[in-house]
């Protein structure tokens, strides 16, 4: 069971700040354990320069990622999800699509550093706030024993991750 590969799809609104810098931190700490994906249920269209500079600064790939829908993820031809998780509380109370595979869901909310103010500076540092909030979260939960969890345990697992 160790050897299993967890598909997750981290959800926001828009799609181009929290949510991707979650599939860059997954995909590049859960290398060989984790496939992670993004999208949102009102995408954007485009992901935020400050996302993809962020993530670049801590040596993470930037390449391929795109501003896309959440329906993308729930149509027969897309991959079955272990996982999904909410990163900003507004896409927490829409309703989401029915997913297949039944993923275990959790919010892991925080503020959108895309709608912070002010200089250059400081929308950096949000941006990096987010990031370190977002890579501590998913170091939690690729510290858990999946494999040797019952469901339920690691249900509340993630959902305790949220409120780090």
């Known amino acids: 069971m160790q050897d299993k590969t967890y598909n997750v799809l981290f959800i926001c609104t828009g799609n181009s700040a929290r949510s991707v810098i979650a599939e860059g931190l997954m995909n590049e700490l859960g290398k060989g354990r984790f496939i992670a994906f993004s999208a949102g249920s009102h995408p954007k269209g485009s992901v935020h320069p400050l ?45 989401c699509p029915v997913w297949p595979g039944q993923p275990m869901t959790a919010h892991w909310g925080m503020p959108d550093p895309a709608a912070v103010e002010g200089d250059e500076r400081a929308r950096e540092k949000a941006f990096l706030d987010a990031f370190i909030t977002m890579k501590r979260r998913i170091q939690l939960m690729l510290s858990l024993p999946l494999a040797s969890l019952d469901r339920m345990s690691i249900q509340k697992e993630i959902r305790d991750i949220g409120s780090h």
């Open 51 to 95: 996302a993809l500079k962020t993530l670049a600064a801590h040596h993470i790939p930037t390449d391929g990622f795109r501003s896309k829908s959440w329906e993308e993820f729930a149509g027969p031809d897309a991959p079955g999800l272990h996982f999904v998780f909410t990163v900003c509380d507004q896409a927490a109370g829409e309703v």
